[in-house]
């Protein structure tokens, strides 16, 4: 197992793939994607990561899968057999089991777009748009058990602005998203921080 082999796992566009994957071409991120996963067949971030030459792109299919819990031990399987030492998210829609959280306790991350533990779940962007947010933002967080909810390791704030639509907002935040999640992931593969009770505490570097 490489310390730098990462697996990400998305269902749709793929922009925050392509920009991990734009930043380790520069050398600004020293992660190697070995491995890319989608649960859906036509998810733009396959042909990304297809485009990029990543050696494993893998479409797996929910539904020939018997419950949740046995999908996910096929991509953990996928996962492991590439030699994968974490696990990042980017835009990936399915809620993972308890098992698989398990077996890659405290290397699986995400990004979600808005300043957590305020606007979890699927509609982020609209939620904070909604309520009448004047910021919102990034979250960088590890994934444990409670959706949306583990350790923060880093947050972006974003203005809104008067005459945002969702789109125009969620346009931003990806700027900012695509800024964020590849510096973060080289100072996680670089071994900088711990996790003291909930909190992720970084080393000076
Ligand atoms: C991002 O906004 C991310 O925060 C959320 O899903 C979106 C994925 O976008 N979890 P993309 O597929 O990386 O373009």
Request: proline content about 5%.
């Amino acid at each position: 197992m490489s310390a730098n082999r990462i697996a990400v796992m998305a269902s749709g566009k793929g922009s925050n793939l392509k920009a991990i994957l734009q930043a380790a071409e520069r050398g600004e991120c020293p992660v190697n994607v070995q491995l890319v996963i989608s649960d859906k067949a036509d998810a733009p971030a396959l042909k990304v990561a297809k485009d990029a030459g990543v050696a494993d792109v893998l479409f797996l299919n929910p539904k020939e899968y018997p419950d949740r819990a046995a999908f996910d031990a096929a991509c953990a399987e996928a996962i492991e057999q590439a030699g994968c030492q974490w696990i990042v998210l980017a835009g990936y829609m399915r809620i993972l089991s308890g098992e698989f959280i398990a077996r890659f306790r405290n290397c699986i991350i995400n990004i979600h777009p808005a300043l957590l533990p305020s606007f979890p779940g699927a509609h982020a962007v609209r939620d904070a748009l909604a309520y009448g947010a004047k910021i919102t933002g990034v979250t960088v967080h590890l994934v444990d058990e409670v959706v949306d909810g583990g350790p923060i390791l880093a947050q972006f704030s974003v203005p809104v602005q008067s005459d945002d639509t969702e789109e125009s907002l969620h346009n931003r935040i990806h700027a900012a998203e695509h800024q964020l999640y590849p510096e973060i992931l080289k100072r996680m593969i670089e071994g900088k921080f711990s996790i003291e009770d909930r909190r992720a505490v970084w080393k000076e570097t």
